[in-house]
């Protein structure tokens, strides 16, 4: 059975990077103090054992040209009573052997010198470990001056147990003080992550539709996940609103429509006459089309909100799309009688965005021209290059006044006495489309002082480095639009 892998925490991160450097640390301390503690407790001892070698090496005296040293019964008890160590001595003279002593000491592998300056070592003396410290003096007469060796030794009982004891007096309150500091780290990591436990607590009492932003009253470490938050919370009611108002949008508008059809429909069951019928069924038709527009509108309107789902953005050749999307609309201006035309670039002009949502706003620009402008009229669809690209849609028709033109890019929104069929959508889709590519509209007269013109002024743009230089194309003809779009098939 495969090993559950524990999930990742915070809390036990913090706690483990927190107190493995402290442990560590806490040891480190310990084992210091105990070094010193032991160097000096070994030095108190060391300064023990120099006095008595200093006291041994006072008794020496010399008699009838040789040293001898003579000590009371009381004070060669004081020497070598102890109860917890036993104590060894001995006074020996270079090539005259030991003078006074209890013990045989093992050889020297190194020479004193002279002056009482105290030399320690570690040894071993009848087969117990010891601790020596080392003199060695002068005999004092100038006729015979001779070296003194005296050394004295005690076992290491003594100094065992004060390692002991003292290595428990370190390790106790160092561990209680670890204790302690496991302690107080654990609470201040677990108050440092109440602020995290807090946000998340905001957000779980949260139903879905409850986007109100979190409080802002946390510590700055906290707050970009705040601000975070904060931030979607915006975008998900902002999409929520723009879903909301598309359901109502798209609920009303369609209600009209849907009724309309299934009139038609049932009036076309009722007639017996087929010339009656078949006009019913054309009246189906049309407003079969006319449904069928609505949803396209509604549709595009919904991918063109600033909410809607992300789009791919690529860099775009604004005049490649423009000139495709005006040929699209060629078959619909023969119908109508409008001479429909292009000036502008062919290619080379860079724009980063949606090329699918850019074609719908060219297009819906050239549809409201078509329907709105004068029947044996003039559209033209222009773009201008530059630093800032300008495309425009200028027609020859009535025109709008320009009280209303903010208000007729508002949706469903038509000029009254309007005849032409439309869903008045379509300068709002324009709109929605190029806020989304950090465009402005505007509404304009036409060329003298007639019609209207459309202006989308884009902020920026980047020649797209082709063979030649973009050459400006001059108005194209219906007939030269036909034969651009039948040659591609």
Same mark, same amino acid.
């Given at each position: 059975?495969?090993?559950?892998?524990?999930?990742?925490?915070?809390?036990?991160?913090?706690?483990?990077?927190?107190?493995?450097?402290?442990?560590?640390?806490?040891?480190?301390?310990?084992?210091?103090?105990?070094?010193?503690?032991?160097?000096?407790?070994?030095?108190?001892?060391?300064?023990?054992?120099?006095?008595?070698?200093?006291?041994?090496?006072?008794?020496?005296?010399?008699?009838?040209?040789?040293?001898?040293?003579?000590?009371?019964?009381?004070?060669?008890?004081?020497?070598?009573?102890?109860?917890?160590?036993?104590?060894?001595?001995?006074?020996?003279?270079?090539?005259?052997?030991?003078?006074?002593?209890?013990?045989?000491?093992?050889?020297?592998?190194?020479?004193?010198?002279?002056?009482?300056?105290?030399?320690?070592?570690?040894?071993?003396?009848?087969?117990?470990?010891?601790?020596?410290?080392?003199?060695?003096?002068?005999?004092?007469?100038?006729?015979?001056?001779?070296?003194?060796?005296?050394?004295?030794?005690?076992?290491?009982?003594?100094?065992?147990?004060?390692?002991?004891?003292?290595?428990?007096?370190?390790?106790?309150?160092?561990?209680?003080?670890?204790?302690?500091?496991?302690?107080?780290?654990?609470?201040?990591?677990?108050?440092?992550?109440?602020?995290?436990?807090?946000?998340?607590?905001?957000?779980?009492?949260?139903?879905?539709?409850?986007?109100?932003?979190?409080?802002?009253?946390?510590?700055?470490?906290?707050?970009?996940?705040?601000?975070?938050?904060?931030?979607?919370?915006?975008?998900?009611?902002?999409?929520?609103?723009?879903?909301?108002?598309?359901?109502?949008?798209?609920?009303?508008?369609?209600?009209?429509?849907?009724?309309?059809?299934?009139?038609?429909?049932?009036?076309?069951?009722?007639?017996?006459?087929?010339?009656?019928?078949?006009?019913?069924?054309?009246?189906?038709?049309?407003?079969?089309?006319?449904?069928?527009?609505?949803?396209?509108?509604?549709?595009?309107?919904?991918?063109?909100?600033?909410?809607?789902?992300?789009?791919?953005?690529?860099?775009?050749?604004?005049?490649?799309?423009?000139?495709?999307?005006?040929?699209?609309?060629?078959?619909?201006?023969?119908?109508?009688?409008?001479?429909?035309?292009? %000036?502008?670039?062919? @290619?080379? #002009?860079?724009?980063? !965005? =949606? *090329?699918?949502?850019?074609?719908? +706003?060219?297009?819906?620009? /050239?549809?409201?021209?078509?329907?709105?402008?004068?029947?044996?009229?003039?559209?033209?669809?222009?773009?201008?290059?530059?630093?800032?690209?300008?495309?425009?849609?200028?027609?020859?028709?009535?025109?709008?006044?320009?009280?209303?033109?903010? %208000?007729?890019?508002? @949706?469903? #929104?038509?000029?009254? !006495? =309007? *005849?032409?069929?439309?869903?008045? +959508?379509?300068?709002?889709? /324009?709109?929605?489309?190029?806020?989304?590519?950090?465009?402005?509209?505007?509404?304009?007269?036409?060329?003298?002082?007639?019609?209207?013109?459309?202006?989308?002024?884009?902020?920026?743009?980047?020649?797209?480095?082709?063979?030649?230089?973009?050459?400006?194309?001059?108005?194209?003809?219906?007939?030269?639009?036909?034969?651009?779009?039948?040659?591609?098939?």
């Amino acid at each position: 059975m495969p090993r559950t892998r524990k999930p990742n925490s915070l809390r036990r991160l913090l706690l483990l990077r927190l107190i493995t450097p402290l442990a560590v640390l806490l040891l480190i301390g310990a084992y210091a103090a105990y070094r010193y503690a032991l160097h000096y407790a070994n030095y108190a001892l060391d300064t023990g054992l120099y006095d008595q070698a200093r006291a041994l090496a006072n008794q020496v005296e010399r008699s009838r040209g040789s040293l001898y040293l003579e000590l009371p019964k009381a004070a060669i008890e004081m020497f070598e009573t102890d109860t917890m160590d036993q104590h060894y001595y001995s006074v020996t003279v270079p090539g005259h052997g030991r003078v006074f002593g209890n013990a045989v000491f093992p050889a020297l592998n190194r020479t004193l010198a002279a002056d009482l300056r105290p030399v320690s070592f570690d040894t071993e003396i009848e087969g117990n470990d010891v601790h020596v410290v080392a003199i060695a003096m002068l005999s004092g007469e100038a006729s015979g001056n001779e070296r003194v060796l005296i050394r004295v030794a005690e076992t290491l009982n003594r100094r065992n147990q004060l390692a002991r004891e003292m290595l428990l007096t370190m390790i106790l309150p160092q561990g209680l003080l670890l204790v302690a500091a496991l302690l107080a780290i654990a609470y201040g990591v677990n108050v440092g992550l109440t602020p995290l436990a807090q946000v998340a607590g905001q957000v779980r009492i949260r139903h879905v539709g409850d986007l109100a932003p979190l409080q802002s009253d946390f510590p700055v470490e906290v707050a970009p996940l705040t601000e975070a938050l904060n931030r979607l919370f915006a975008e998900l009611s902002e999409a929520q609103q723009a879903q909301q108002r598309f359901i109502a949008d798209a609920a009303h508008q369609l209600r009209t429509p849907l009724a309309t059809l299934q009139v038609q429909a049932e009036r076309a069951l009722r007639e017996h006459d087929p010339a009656a019928g078949t006009e019913a069924v054309r009246h189906v038709l049309v407003a079969v089309q006319r449904l069928s527009h609505l949803v396209h509108q509604l549709l595009t309107l919904a991918r063109a909100e600033p909410a809607a789902a992300s789009q791919t953005v690529e860099e775009c050749d604004l005049a490649t799309l423009a000139r495709q999307a005006t040929a699209e609309w060629v078959p619909s201006a023969i119908e109508r009688n409008i001479d429909l035309g292009y %000036h502008g670039p062919d @290619r080379g #002009v860079a724009v980063q !965005g =949606n *090329s699918m949502l850019l074609h719908e +706003l060219v297009g819906n620009l /050239v549809d409201n021209a078509l329907k709105y402008g004068r029947g044996n009229g003039h559209v033209t669809v222009g773009l201008e290059g530059g630093a800032a690209p300008t495309l425009f849609v200028e027609d020859d028709g009535p025109g709008i006044p320009p009280e209303a033109r903010e %208000h007729v890019m508002e @949706r469903f #929104v038509r000029l009254p !006495g =309007n *005849s032409a069929a439309g869903c008045g +959508l379509g300068l709002s889709i /324009v709109r929605e489309i190029a806020a989304r590519h950090g465009a402005r509209v505007s509404i304009e007269t036409g060329s003298g002082d007639v019609g209207t013109r459309v202006v989308v002024a884009f902020a920026s743009r980047e020649e797209i480095p082709v063979g030649e230089d973009p050459e400006p194309a001059a108005a194209v003809t219906n007939e030269a639009k036909i034969a651009a779009v039948v040659g591609s098939d």
